[in-house]
């Protein structure tokens, strides 16, 4: 019997893999009449963690993957996690997921056996700084925004040499980018793009109701600023992060002025040619180059 084909979703962060995960986990009848398998978040953490990939022990991973692809029942398995890539922004290096050049050919070579199709979601410059920036808030840093920014190298935000690094390891004909904008026209339509890539030919029903990251409001800000430096352990900062998402989140007051609009036209404009050149072919009716999205 032949193995199902496997499926990398590799990210990046903040460009609604929260949102494919859930719907993944939350259909496994849907996914199962169509055949197709599922690698959660919880199940990759350990697997594509910090210490496994600065180790370079990709052992597990493999083992779970051939597993998952050798199972009965499922022509796709889908393995989903925006870690995968490693952090963002890594310490001592302000470029944008500046580990692809190392981790991309690892991850081939760990899986190369199974000729993996690659999806990568990517978002525009100026709005993944600032919901990333205030990502690493809720998850318990307190750094100023103008601190945070000042540690970046905005000439290096560029998404092309994630995209080049998994094309040279996994092939151009096998790596597929998925432009976030086009959530703006639905969650339900923006999975289906993703399944579309993942999974062609797969009539999978998408009818899921909106799930929406709340992310911290202006005042919830302030507010995660000047308490953040007074948590010390993990379960203060989890309750921390969920009064600020209960009480203090975007739903309910505005959000946060974060880039100016001086700074956020020049990240647009050293980008947007070369963003909308990455995503060309995957943005419906060509979907020009638009930031400051309220979707987080």
Known sequence: MESARLVLHVG????GSSLIQKFLRDRPRELRAHRIGYLSRQDLDPLVSRGSLERNDWSGLTSAVDAAVAAGGTDVVIASHEGTMGPAFPRRDPSLYSRSAGLA?????????????????????ADFVESYYLQSIHTGRHDS????????????????????????????????VLDFRT??????????????????GRDVPVSYPAVR??????????????????????????????????????????????????????LENRYAAEYDELVAGQTP?????ASGSSVE
């Open 213 to 266: 990251n709340a992310s911290i409001s202006g005042k919830g800000l302030e507010l995660a600023l000047a308490v953040n430096p007074l948590l010390t352990t993990h379960d203060e900062r989890r309750s921390m992060r969920r009064f600020l998402q209960k009480h203090f989140s975007n739903r309910d007051f505005a959000r946060p002025t974060l880039l100016g609009d001086e700074l956020r036209a020049q």
């Open 105 to 125: 050919p690892r991850l081939a070579e760990a899986l190369g056996s199974h000729r993996p199709t690659v999806v990568v979601t990517l978002r525009p410059q």
């Open 12 to 15: 990046a962060h903040k460009t």
């Open 145 to 176: 925004f103008t601190s945070w920014l000042s540690g970046l190298d905005l000439d290096r935000l560029s998404w092309r040499p994630l995209v080049d690094d998994l094309t040279a390891a996994f092939g151009a004909d096998r790596v597929h």
């Open 285 to 289: 009716n060509s979907t020009p180059w």
């Open 183 to 200: 959530i703006r026209d639905g969650q339900e339509a923006f999975v289906r793009r993703f399944l579309a890539l993942a999974a062609p």
